[in-house]
């Protein structure tokens, strides 16, 4: 077994067809006739261009639209007269047009693959893509045709280009290998898109296999088996029958209601960090978006968003999300989240410190201009405020009457907002649980955010692997809590919802069935596994499972029972 990068799930089982790399060398003669040489350098240019254009173009209708940008980026950079001009310039001065276009192309790759940045990064091997198609038009080498390969193709190279991806016929290919490019590399992007298996940066992989050999591409581990034993290739070919089983049975809930087996209708939202995620949340079939972490807009940032900017970026979800429902949570800094330019102090206990609704409150003004922003965005979608790691009753208060001023000043100054928004509380702390009952009375809705509740609950800092053992949502003290928290909100009539990685467990869904949650926000890819865990439970089936759950002593006993109980 050889391991790499995990980049496109799924298992692959087929005959390997090896793409070689082509040479590109080159004689860098001194050049006599200028004119000509430019001439053929641009001929190589409009070549290149027309070809990228055909194959974005190709890429759109076979791919999707988000697909060809990578192709149409290319077109960009290649329109852009600095590079190119660049290369003229060096052709002038007689150098042989290839090794115009390697100098430039290279000089770029040096520049932006030291940058720290993944977006400069993936600039770098843009560049590259770009020069090896230049290469090869200046060369006169044709492309292996990638859409010829037989049925039951493992495609192996070195890497991917997005001209040789666009070629690709995902009813031939079943797996791809590549020793570089890594989870958002293109060719990963463009695997994931069609669907095929892929594992990347195996070392030396192209050296290792030649043309025919067997290949188990294994996307989901990042695993590769080579010519495998029988018993292995038999494993394989029925793990492979599974995943194809359950991909098609979650396929069938896309655009299906979210409903306990007896017709119990729940919500089922997503957590997203940016208004680009809201897209994902809509494409992913979410219902709504239960968690918006607003400090992903303060952390891309060198300074403090304006009003103006975060406005602009909770409409744009809103707008995404097209009247469901998008709760954004306010600034959640400090604890293991900085934000240099706040100049927050460092402290000896940040998780017990001075952050989210404590920093807001304490800093009232920037807090002002963050609320402002989002009840602003409420005039164009359904979005309802959620107050972060609330310990106490008088912070929620302190929030409600901060958006009251508002309200004032809006109404007496004409700016549309939606006059019945709501605020509404994570719990996420001790305190929080142990008075529910009374923040209940105080707010519109509530969210369990289980990654906090289980830190403060069991007194195990979440990022500490020594203590790793402790942090389980299936501890006792953590589900009792929980179903506390549900009951207190449905004693005040109030809806209450998780946000924490634990709403998409599928040990924890029949337990939250049980206690009563209502609303589920899961990562925008579990929407469709949680949707369907959740059909497979009817109400008495949970509550029986969860009486049995909740009379256990250890984190251990529940574990196992739950496991024991699972259904697939
Ligand atoms: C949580 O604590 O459960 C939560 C959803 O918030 P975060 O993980 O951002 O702290
Ligand atoms: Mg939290």
Redesign the pocket.
Known sequence: MISGIAASRGIGIGSICVIKEHDLSYDAVKIEDVDSEQKRFKDAIEKFKDETTQMAEDIRKRIGPKEAEILEGHLVMMNDPTMSGEMGKMIAAGQCAESAVEAVCDMFIGMFSKMDDDLMKQRASDISDIKVSLLKILLGIEDVDISKVSPGTVLVARDLTPSMTSQINKDNVVGIITEVGGKTSHSAILARALEIPAVLSVPDITGLVKDKDTAIVDGTEGQVYINPEGDILSQYIIRREEYIRKLSELKGFMGKETVTADGISLELFC?IGTPKDAKKAVECDGEGVG?F?SEFLFMDNTRMPTEDEQFAAYREAAQILEGKPVIIRTL?IGGDKDIPYLGMKKEENPFLGYRAVRYCLGNKDSYMIQLRAIMRASAFGKIKIMV?LVTCVEEIRAVKEMVADIKKDFDANGIAYDKDIEVGC?I?TASASLIADLLAKESDFFSI?????TQYTMSVDRGNSDVAYLYSTFQPSVLRSIKHIIECGRDAGIPVGM???AAADPLMIPLLISFGLTEFSVNPVLVLTARCIISKWTKPEADALAEKVMALATEGEIVSLLKESAKE
């Open positions: 957590n968690l972490r959640d972060p994570m996420e955010g289980t990654n906090d509740l946000c924490g990685e």
